[in-house]
């Protein structure tokens, strides 16, 4: 087995020396956030239209599992297909903490993204000391366990196994201050995710700035001169994991509660695949790829899905990105501009 | 517990061992985690399908291997050998797509429908062995899978062509540095676990169902199977094929739901223990 990073990931992150970070930097940052936060909760004031919020909706909770995948890959290198462990986890967790132990949503809510973060501190001791392709199939293999067990005909009482699991609110409970019967409503529970997946966006920026991004770089970029130099590399990895487990698990347990419904579907091969392949396209080198990615796939899903040829589609991206865009869309966006900058000055100084 | 159980764990296991061996042989050359192996087992069934729908089933046995031979032909010209010096996990990520691909082109050929295939006449109806009544043709698979993996160990190990496997399976470049032309080798490697998937595909046509989906349940099986059995060593595929059908099917005896997560721990334990796998690096 044989551990390789990504290429575009060490390029697009070697750029930013040290000393740039700066300040200015985080003030700059923080401000875009807080505009795009802004102009976010504004987006059902100017859609009114019930479908395209759904599908924004749809995007910005599998965004959150992107955006897990994304951070793993973008600091470490590793390449996971078992985020949706935490993603699924976390919803059935809900579904079980509402129907089975009559908890109101809020308390479901918790409980569900405390599984799923369980899950992926669980799987994270199993699988974070190996790497490349050895990391990918351990991800793959535990996520697809936990598929196995969830359809299991014993497991029906708790999980539903094939028909899924039906979650059935309290009508007089409220999550975040909005009605069990409003939350299947997009323009409701917009805000609700919109602010979750900003404040996790943000979060993940910040720790990439920290001195814990840093290891998590020098682990990536040699694991073993990481550990002469005395740092213990398996302690900022496991966290590193569990960390983007517990991203994922936000967006799985809002997940479960716009849908009031979890299918083992979002535990399967194939939502995995997706959800890589949703990252990939996007761009791993980059904090936004993996959403942008997703909000793709997300489209690509509700308009070019004629027939069920989805997969076609999605199979063909994902060849041609990696053959001929290495760092999805947001990497040759990157290259573009930065030949653009590097032409400016040199065709004037030409003669 | 009885003989036909047994019997249904090792008619399981072949069918591992056959497709297991193609995944070992073409990771150990190229490096490539083919993830397309689940989608040219399930075409090999498809077209094994058509050709005993319209012509026999023994002809299938020739064609499919022979047509698969020619996609793994595709498959290294067009992808692994142009992209042999991006990373694994990229040609991995490829092969990846080109599965996704294949099961749809499968359902627009074939629709989405779950067919069958007859055993060919001489090969129906159960035949007594052990003081039970077999199924002849899982009878049938278990000798085809055991013949085909004692010739292609004897092939790897007394040929001229199989020592330069061996040799290009352990370093690519010195082997080519020694004079091995390896895209040759790589050509015949790539084609022949092909042929072996399409192989299997059609041996399994009449003992399972076939639907879009046959695949990617045996993927994963398979890609656990070679990293238990040692990562690019063929030997150790076949074995650890063989014995994870064998326990598989005996703990459904058991309990069902216990053998469903049985591959994994395999995988965890394995590769916690001895992470090089079982066999190690052996070709």
């Given at each position: 087995m044989t551990a390789t990073t990504l290429p575009e990931v060490s390029q697009s992150n070697a750029e930013v020396p040290a000393g740039r970070r700066s300040r200015?930097?985080?003030?700059?940052?923080?401000?875009?956030?807080?505009?795009?936060?802004?102009?976010?909760?504004?987006?059902?004031?100017?859609?009114?239209?019930?479908?395209?919020?759904?599908?924004?909706?749809?995007?910005?909770?599998?965004?959150?599992?992107?955006?897990?995948?994304?951070?793993?890959?973008?600091?470490?290198?590793?390449?996971?297909?078992?985020?949706?462990?935490?993603?699924?986890?976390?919803?059935?967790?809900?579904?079980?903490?509402?129907?089975?132990?009559?908890?109101?949503?809020?308390?479901?809510?918790?409980?569900?993204?405390?599984?799923?973060?369980?899950?992926?501190?669980?799987?994270?001791?199993?699988?974070?000391?190996?790497?490349?392709?050895?990391?990918?199939?351990?991800?793959?293999?535990?996520?697809?366990?936990?598929?196995?067990?969830?359809?299991?005909?014993?497991?029906?009482?708790?999980?539903?196994?094939?028909?899924?699991?039906?979650?059935?609110?309290?009508?007089?409970?409220?999550?975040?201050?909005?009605?069990?019967?409003?939350?299947?409503?997009?323009?409701?529970?917009?805000?609700?995710?919109?602010?979750?997946?900003?404040?996790?966006?943000?979060?993940?920026?910040?720790?990439?700035?920290?001195?814990?991004?840093?290891?998590?770089?020098?682990?990536?970029?040699?694991?073993?001169?990481?550990?002469?130099?005395?740092?213990?590399?398996?302690?900022?990895?496991?966290?590193?994991?569990?960390?983007?487990?517990?991203?994922?698990?936000?967006?799985?347990?809002?997940?479960?509660?716009?849908?009031?419904?979890?299918?083992?579907?979002?535990?399967?091969?194939?939502?995995?695949?997706?959800?890589?392949?949703?990252?990939?396209?996007?761009?791993?080198?980059?904090?936004?790829?993996?959403?942008?990615?997703?909000?793709?796939?997300?489209?690509?899903?509700?308009?070019?899905?004629?027939?069920?040829?989805?997969?076609?589609?999605?199979?063909?991206?994902?060849?041609?990105?990696?053959?001929?865009?290495?760092?999805?869309?947001?990497?040759?966006?990157?290259?573009?501009?930065?030949?653009?900058?590097?032409?400016?000055?040199?065709?004037?100084?030409?003669? | 517990m009885n003989a036909a159980q047994v019997l249904n764990g090792i008619a399981l296991g072949s069918l591992l061992m056959v497709l297991s061996s193609g995944l070992a042989m073409i990771y150990g050359l190229r490096g490539v985690t083919n993830f397309a192996h689940g989608a040219l087992y399930m075409s090999g069934a498809y077209i094994a399908y058509s050709v005993s729908l319209h012509v026999s089933f023994w002809l299938a046995l020739v064609v499919v291997p022979v047509a698969l031979a020619l996609i793994g032909v595709v498959l290294e010209l067009v992808f692994f050998r142009p992209l042999q010096n991006r990373s694994h996990i990229e040609l991995g990520l490829v092969t990846f797509g080109l599965a996704l691909i294949a099961e749809r082109v499968v359902v627009l050929i074939w629709g989405e429908k779950t067919l069958s295939v007859d055993p060919p006449p001489g090969l129906r109806g159960t035949t007594s062995l052990f003081g039970v009544e077999y199924p002849t043709f899982r009878l049938a698979i278990i000798v085809a899978a055991v013949v085909m993996a004692v010739a292609l160990v004897t092939w790897l190990r007394r040929t001229r062509t199989g020592l330069y496997i061996r040799a290009a399976s352990q370093d690519l470049e010195t082997a080519g540095i020694m004079g091995i032309d390896v895209n040759r080798i790589s050509l015949i490697v790539v084609s022949l676990g092909a042929a072996l998937a399409g192989l299997a595909g059609a041996l399994a046509a009449p003992y399972v169902s076939l639907d879009p989906g046959m695949g990617d349940t045996f993927l994963i099986i398979v890609l656990i199977v070679v990293v238990v059995g040692g990562v690019g060593s063929i030997a150790g595929a076949m074995i650890s094929g063989m014995a994870l059908g064998i326990i598989q099917t005996l703990t459904t005896v058991w309990s069902p739901s216990v053998a469903v997560v049985v591959p994994y721990v395999a995988l965890v334990v394995v590769l916690l223990w001895r992470p090089q796998g079982l066999a190690g690096r052996r070709v």
């Open positions: 200015r930097g985080l003030v700059f940052g923080l401000t875009v956030a807080v505009v795009v936060a802004a102009v976010g909760y504004a987006v059902p004031y100017v859609i009114k239209d019930t479908y395209t919020m759904s599908l924004a909706v749809e995007a910005a909770l599998l965004g959150l599992l992107a955006l897990g995948i994304g951070f793993l890959a973008r600091h470490l290198g590793l390449i996971s297909l078992g985020h949706t462990s935490f993603f699924g986890g976390a919803a059935y967790a809900v579904g079980v903490g509402v129907n089975h132990y009559g908890w109101s949503m809020t308390q479901s809510f918790a409980f569900g993204v405390l599984v799923g973060t369980a899950l992926s501190l669980v799987m994270g001791v199993l699988v974070v000391r190996a790497s490349g392709m050895g990391f990918l199939m351990l991800t793959l293999a535990l996520s697809q366990a936990l598929y196995q067990l969830c359809v299991q005909t014993s497991f029906r009482p708790l999980t539903g196994a094939y028909d899924g699991l039906l979650i059935s609110f309290r009508p007089d409970d409220t999550f975040a201050g909005v009605n069990a019967s409003d939350l299947q409503n997009p323009g409701l529970f917009w805000p609700i995710v919109w602010i979750v997946l900003i404040v996790c966006v943000v979060a993940v920026w910040l720790l990439g700035r920290s001195p814990f991004g840093t290891i998590l770089e020098g682990v990536r970029e040699n694991e073993e001169r990481m550990r002469f130099s005395n740092y213990n590399t398996f302690r900022p990895r496991l966290a590193a994991f569990v960390l983007s487990g517990l991203v994922a698990s936000l967006g799985g347990a809002l997940f479960a509660l716009n849908g009031a419904y979890v299918s083992p579907d979002i535990l399967g091969f194939s939502r995995a695949g997706d959800s890589l392949i949703a990252a990939m396209v996007g761009g791993l080198g980059s904090l936004i790829g993996p959403l942008l990615g997703t909000g793709l796939y997300v489209w690509g899903e509700a308009h070019l899905n004629t027939g069920g040829n989805l997969h076609l589609y999605t199979g063909i991206a994902l060849i041609v990105v990696l053959v001929f865009l290495p760092g999805g869309v947001t990497g040759t966006l990157q290259r573009i501009w930065r030949r653009l900058r590097k032409e400016r000055p040199g065709m004037g100084g030409r003669r | -």
